[in-house]
Every structure is written in structure tokens, then in C-alpha cells.
């Protein structure tokens, strides 16, 4: 597809499951970036990558939370042991060395 | 600061200009955009600027950047009623093209008929 493709679109799933969390991003994009928005709040910073390495995971709020990016392509961010806080939507970016940064559609969360 | 900031709201009456402001915080960001999110709906890429222009224009969106003040604006003519959504700046830290990118907290628009 064209645009940045996140999947699932929606995940309910419960206190202490594992969750993984998928972004395809634009072909040939070498940034990759993972953003978690709570209700009615700004984008809090995850980590970003540079093709498939990450120059700052500075975002992630435990070790609960981990990413990898495969290929210089699709990346996927883990959840593990998921917690009520955890809830949120979970928004991907890609950008080209041009500078554009598109987002995805997003992945809400929601911890039960 | 580290921040990014904006003010949170900003009501206006349609037909009128919008404007909305911005500070960020590296001087050595080389990409500072401006995206738009409808209620239920991702992150729209309006517009950016380079670092090195003072100004963009793009239709009915002006862009006002002042390095030195690390002062960024988003300016929109004749307002309308579908341009009510939350407005997010965001700048590019670093050097690089693909630095971290780093927002604000949104500035809710509010246009009333």
C-alpha cells in the first residue's frame, strides 16, 4: 500500500498477556518511529528507527516494553506482561531522508 | 525546557484567520511540521518547513518560523468549520533528516459557525 499500515487496528486483551503490535511502512523509508497517545493527551516519544537500528529507545517506559525492526522494513513492538496503564493508542511514523513523516492509522490498546 | 509547547485551545468564528503557536527547543532541528488530528482519526501531515526558510506558504496554511526565537506558527485563512481538530507541531531533533521527532501537546480548534 502507499501509506503506513498498522496492525490489528484494535486489540482488547487481558491484565499480564503478551501483546505484539505490527507497522509497515511506506517502501523505502528509513525512519521508523513508535508514539503512544492516551486519551485526550499529546504523543509521548517510544523509540526510533534508522533502518534497523534504534539510535534512541529512550521512550520505553519499563523493560516490559521492547521493538525490533527486520530488513529495514516492518517493525514490530512488544507489550509484555501488559498492565491497565498500557492502554492507549499506539501510533507508527515512517519518514524518508526527505523529511515527510507520515503516520499510520494507529493501534488502540486496551488492557481489561 | 525539553518540552515542545503549544497553547491547548483556541476558539475562533468561521471566515475568521486561525493562528497557532508554538515553541520548541533544539536550534538544530532541520524539520518543523505541522499535523492535524480529527476526533477518532490518525495523525494528518499538514505541512513542514526546513530550517532554513522563513516562511511557507501552501493554499489557505501560511507557516511563520523564527529560529531565533524558536518560534513556530500555523496560520490559517478563512477558517472553517472542518478545519475543527487538534493541531500538533513537532520538531525534528538533530542534524540528520530523520532525527527523533518530538510534539507538542495539541492545540484543540474550535470553530463556531
Known amino acids: 500500500g502507499a501509506g503506513v499500515s498498522q496492525s490489528p487496528s484494535n486489540k482488547v486483551t487481558e491484565k499480564g498477556k503478551d501483546v505484539e503490535l505490527r507497522c509497515d511502512p511506506i517502501s523505502g523509508h528509513t525512519a521508523l518511529y513508535w508514539y503512544r497517545q492516551s486519551l485526550g493527551q499529546g504523543l509521548e516519544f517510544l523509540i526510533y528507527f534508522q533502518g534497523n537500528s534504534a539510535p534512541d529507545k529512550s521512550g520505553l517506559p519499563s523493560d516490559r516494553f521492547s521493538a525490533e525492526r527486520t530488513g529495514g522494513s516492518v517493525s514490530t513492538l512488544t507489550i509484555q506482561r501488559t498492565q491497565q496503564e498500557d492502554s492507549a493508542v499506539y501510533l507508527c511514523?515512517?519518514?524518508?531522508?526527505?523529511?515527510?513523516?507520515?503516520f499510520g492509522q494507529g493501534t488502540r490498546l486496551t488492557v481489561v | 525546557g525539553e518540552d515542545v509547547e503549544q497553547s491547548l485551545f483556541l476558539s475562533v468564528r468561521e471566515g475568521d484567520s486561525s493562528v497557532i503557536n508554538c515553541t520548541y527547543t533544539?536550534?538544530?532541528?532541520?524539520?518543523l511540521y505541522w499535523y492535524k488530528q480529527e476526533p477518532g482519526a490518525g495523525l494528518q501531515l499538514l505541512t513542514y518547513i526546513f530550517s532554513n526558510m522563513d516562511m511557507k506558504q501552501d493554499q489557505r496554511l501560511t507557516v511563520l518560523l523564527n529560529k531565533k526565537d524558536k518560534h513556530l506558527s500555523l496560520r490559517i485563512a478563512d477558517t472553517q468549520t472542518g478545519d475543527s481538530a487538534i493541531y500538533f507541531c513537532a520538531e525534528s531533533r538533530g542534524s540528520s533528516n530523520t532525527g527523533k521527532l518530538i510534539f507538542g501537546q495539541g492545540t484543540t480548534l474550535q470553530v463556531k459557525p
Open positions: 533544539d536550534s538544530s532541528s532541520t524539520y
Open positions: 511514523a515512517s519518514s524518508s531522508r526527505l523529511g515527510e513523516a507520515f
